[in-house]
């Protein structure tokens, strides 16, 4: 036995044992994976404090006004417009009999076949009556969750119509079915979650941010369409007789609270609003939990200076107000009061301080008893115009809650989900010609396709490079030598060296941007003679490092390789300390991906520009008579978008491309109902003006640009 350890021993290559890693928490000062985090939580909270700097200032009436103006029109320009405004095709498809309220089923096309499945609780006594819309939050159940039917019965049985709706992705509104396929659960990191209906395969959340990538690329988010059905149920109910046009209101939880803040900030029929579990500051938002889904993120609105307290601010001086639970644990309660004495103030200065209010409430994340009925009391008063003291049950009957923690969501008369659907089989997409937003988005696509095509055909080649490298956030060219950066040659550091048979390997570090340094192993032949190469995989930069792999084949051939890492790839991906929350689909890189996009920048920019700095590196890496070398590129899978990018913007660098595992196209995210590992590749507005197959033209064609195993979205 001991024989063969020792025969294994002498058998084992040296460079098995050799350690490749660079970077470490002794010299950064920081893990390697939490560099990335940092430097973009720094970039956020710089920008949160220039907003609060411009807050200070405003002092008039009409500073107020233009800050409103201002916002208002850079929300709208982020979600990409809206659509024209199509019939409604509404129809009631069913009536129910409540104790002291009615329900009837409704459907509605807020797009032409895309429905809305709804249900509209009515007061028994004659009408008309206020209507108030109830937007869901993140309840698989959507309409059915016994949160959102509570809160509408109370709200008919004081007098008001509530018109509670299904959100995509949940309910009877999921975009994403398995017809091959039955399911009884969602599978979930913390067990099993039983589906609301057996052709649903994910959840919500996961939904949305799917929708969401797609919207990315045709300059949108997932949002507006979660909007715009907010804004046709405000059409329906006023289309119907029985409803007082001119007093509309509108409360949600949690989601629903995100989508109560956008309507409210953004329709101003919307007379009274409270939004509930949501409100907070984005500096204390991603001080804890980080960016959330999809659709609460939008575009480069913390580089503008639009905040969480402006969704508030927008709609002043409407009555407003902020439902929140002080052991929230999504939602920090601090940042809500922030929020809210900002916004106290803003309204202040219109001379109405009274029309907002905080309810803090002792309470965890949820539309409990006492959130539902503190909105309940707010609308009537501002809808129905008196006072009234609501209670959802009467409190003497209430057990002691410091006893009995079920008390909170006491309530009667919930309906079963299959009593409130809409649709015959309960699913949306189970009906005939029904629209998906994958559908919808793959229209749009084509849509802009025709012109984006025609646009890019009327620009030089010059033009072209300064429209995608303002698309991605690049300057087109090098900065000029007043502003530039010290060159690569100067930002690097030799730290370390490995010796194999016929070359060595030096471990280099590269400060990119202040605050943020990147690994590489160069490896240098003994009698180098060939050119250079920039090596770019996708997940390591040791990857293809092993004796007889394809890094030493290069090497063997004279040829100098820099395997280098992007930054979020390799030693300073991360997301490791945070929640498993949509890895395998998004990658565990999700919330920093989405903290870039609330800065205005991209995986793709900033790495694209990490690619011009190690060529920069390269190009003069111990080249013999100090001329610099030839270089090629060799990238795959999450580097190569961003390799590609590179050459486009300035192919004299690169000699030759050979780009491994890369999509083939921007369309193909679109088109696709479930991608996985797409949200670092999406580009927000890209597909406005440019498509991958445009960069390879720009990089000098299929001459230079070679494509090999191209990736499935999926």
């Known amino acids: 036995m001991l024989t063969t350890m020792v025969m294994l021993v002498c058998l084992t290559p040296a460079w098995a044992d050799d350690d490749l890693t660079v970077l470490s928490e002794a010299r950064l000062g920081v893990a390697p994976g939490r560099q990335l985090e940092l430097y973009l939580v720094e970039q956020a909270f710089e920008q949160l404090d220039r907003r609060t700097a411009a807050f200070e200032a405003i002092q008039s009436r009409q500073q107020c006004r233009e800050w409103q103006r201002q916002r208002r029109e850079f929300f ?114 913390g067990g099993r979650l039983p589906v609301p209906h057996p052709r649903v395969k994910f959840l919500c959340t996961m939904e949305h941010t799917m929708m969401g990538l797609g919207s990315i690329l045709l300059g949108s988010n997932v949002a507006q369409y979660r909007i715009w059905d907010g804004m046709r149920a405000i059409d329906y109910l006023q289309s119907r007789d029985d409803i007082q046009k ?19 900030a953004l329709d101003e029929r919307i007379v009274a609003a409270a939004p509930a579990c949501y409100l ?75 029309r907002v209010d905080l309810n803090d409430a002792d309470l965890p994340h949820g539309f409990y008893l006492p959130q539902r009925e503190a909105a309940a009391r707010f609308l009537h008063r501002w809808l129905l115009g008196q006072d009234k003291e609501i209670h959802e049950v009467p409190p003497e009957s209430l057990p002691d809650p410091t006893t009995d923690k079920d008390w909170l969501a006491l309530s009667e008369g919930d309906w079963t989900r299959q009593q409130l659907y809409c649709t015959p089989e309960g699913q949306v997409l189970l009906m005939e010609g029904e629209k998906s937003v994958f559908q919808l988005n793959a229209e749009r696509e084509a849509e802009l396709r025709e012109a984006r095509q025609a646009a890019w055909r009327q620009l030089d080649a010059g033009q ?88 030493e084949k290069l090497v063997g051939q004279g040829h100098l390789v820099l395997a280098a890492e992007l930054r979020g790839i390799g030693e300073t991906e991360t997301g490791h ?85 890369m999509i083939r196209s921007w369309v193909e995210i679109v088109r696709a109902p479930e991608t996985m590992n797409q949200a670092v590749n999406v580009v927000h507005g890209a597909l406005r003006h440019y498509d991958l197959p445009d960069l390879i033209e720009l990089a000098g064609g299929t001459d230079r640009v070679q494509i090999e195993a191209p990736a499935d979205v999926r």
């Open 76 to 189: 709208i320009q982020q979600l990409g417009g809206f659509p024209d405004r199509t019939p409604l095709n509404a129809r009631v498809v069913g009536r129910l009999q409540g104790q002291g309220y009615r329900v009837e089923n409704v459907m509605f096309e807020s797009r032409p076949g895309h429905h809305v499945t709804a249900n509209l609780y009515l007061p028994e006594t004659p009408g008309p009556y206020p209507g108030v819309i109830v937007p869901c939050g993140h309840s698989h159940d959507g309409k059915a969750a016994g949160g959102y039917q509570r809160a509408s019965i109370l709200l008919a049985r004081n007098g008001m119509a509530a018109l509670c709706y299904d959100p995509i992705g949940q309910g009877e509104r999921y975009q994403i079915l398995d017809h091959e396929h039955e399911h009884e659960f969602f599978p979930t990191y």
């Open 246 to 264: 001119d007093k509309i209101g509108c409360t949600g939880n949690s989601g629903g609270g995100t989508l109560t803040s956008y309507l409210m």
């Open 280 to 354: 907070t500051t984005f500096r204390r938002l991603i001080e804890s939990r980080g960016a959330q889904d999809a659709e609460q993120n939008i575009f480069g609105q913390l580089a503008f200076g639009m905040d969480e307290p402006d969704y508030v601010m927008m709609r002043a001086p409407k009555p407003t107000l902020i439902c929140a639970g002080r052991r929230d644990a999504t939602f920090d309660i601090n940042g809500t009061w922030e929020l809210f004495q900002q916004s106290k103030r803003f309204y202040a200065r219109l001379g109405y301080p009274e």
């Open 464 to 551: 072209r490079r300064e429209l995608v490298a303002s698309t991605i956030g690049l300057p087109a060219m090098p900065p000029e030598p007043a502003t530039a950066q010290p060159p690569a040659a100067s930002r690097h550091e030799v730290v370390g060296t490995i010796q194999r048979d016929g070359y060595k390997i030096e471990k280099l570090i590269l400060t990119v941007e202040p605050g943020l340094r990147l690994p590489a192993l160069a490896f240098v032949p003994e009698r180098p003679g060939g050119h250079a190469t920039l090596y770019l995989h996708g997940e390591s930069m040791a990857a293809d490092a092993a004796s007889g792999g394809p890094i």
């Open 577 to 661: 300390h945070k929640s498993d929350y949509g890895r395998g689909y998004f990658g565990r890189d999700v919330q920093e991906i989405f903290l870039a996009y609330l800065i205005g920048r991209s995986y793709v920019g900033m790495r694209t520009g990490d690619v011009l700095a190690w060529s920069d590196l390269l190009a003069e890496y111990r080249a013999e008579n100090g001329s610099p070398r030839e270089l090629h590129v060799v990238a795959q899978g999450e580097a190569a978008i961003p390799a590609l990018h590179a050459a486009a913007l300035q192919p004299d660098r690169f000699a030759a491309l050979q780009l491994r595992n």
